[in-house]
């Protein structure tokens, strides 16, 4: 590697201020939700001047973030063209699942292990609130809970490369749940297998979290089955 290349490498990564990072962190959270919500709909194309008018931040921030994303497979980057939100290929949730079963066994059994006693009552709060926006069919925060609850999931494992793993499977998943789920009205049975799982991690029974973590990843797998025989 060239010594100058790289050492500017490191000084940019350096530079970047914790406000900053803060900024580029906002821009992902909202350009995902757009995207999972089809505010930014498949095959669309991305102005990231438009964004920085409409998220009220300037441009560096979204293209980083914009970066994020494409990691994801959220967005493509074509050249002369621009950035491209990419398709849903449901074939592919399959083959998620197959990665993302035996991760969130461990993940959930961690939690309810490891999470702090303020952690349970973020949990506890999030399994009542998935609930509510279940039963009041308000797909935006049936979505935006969502995402708290795979973070905060996530977060009381304390083990840093299962949150690095978690977060692209959980970013996936939520983007074919949001589609599919509004289809088939399955939001409510989701909720409360979402539910099951987090009340067994405030309780601190890892083998109760584990099996309810089991019967949520079997119900996904149905929908995905159901949305491919369907497409």
């Not at 505010?39 to 914009?66: C, F, H, K, N, Y």
Request: proline share 3%.
């Amino acid at each position: 590697m060239n010594n100058s290349l790289s050492t500017r490498a490191i000084s940019k990564l350096e530079s970047v201020s914790a406000p900053e990072q803060l900024l580029v962190d906002v821009a992902f959270a909202q350009i995902e939700e757009m995207i999972i919500t089809r505010r930014l709909p498949p095959g669309s194309m991305i102005s990231e001047v438009q964004l920085s008018v409409e998220l009220g931040m300037g441009r560096t921030p979204i293209r980083e973030a914009l970066q994020r994303l494409r990691q994801i497979g959220f967005v493509e980057m074509l050249p002369r063209r621009g950035t491209l939100v990419s398709g849903i290929d449901i074939r592919k949730q399959l083959e998620l699942l197959e990665v993302r079963r035996p991760l969130e066994e461990l993940m959930v059994r961690s939690a309810a292990v490891r999470a702090t006693a303020e952690e349970r009552v973020h949990l506890e709060q999030l399994a009542q609130l998935i609930i509510k926006a279940a039963e009041q069919e308000n797909m935006d925060d049936w979505i935006r809970i969502g995402r708290e609850i795979n973070e905060a999931e996530v977060q009381a494992t304390h083990n840093s490369m299962l949150v690095a793993s978690m977060q692209s499977i959980h970013a996936q998943s939520r983007r074919f749940w949001y589609f599919h789920m509004v289809q088939n009205r399955g939001y409510v049975e989701g909720a409360q297998l979402h539910s099951n799982v987090l009340n067994a991690i405030v309780q601190r029974d890892a083998d109760a979290a584990a099996l309810a973590a089991h019967e949520l990843m079997q119900f996904i797998e149905r929908c995905t089955r159901s949305a491919l025989e369907n497409f």
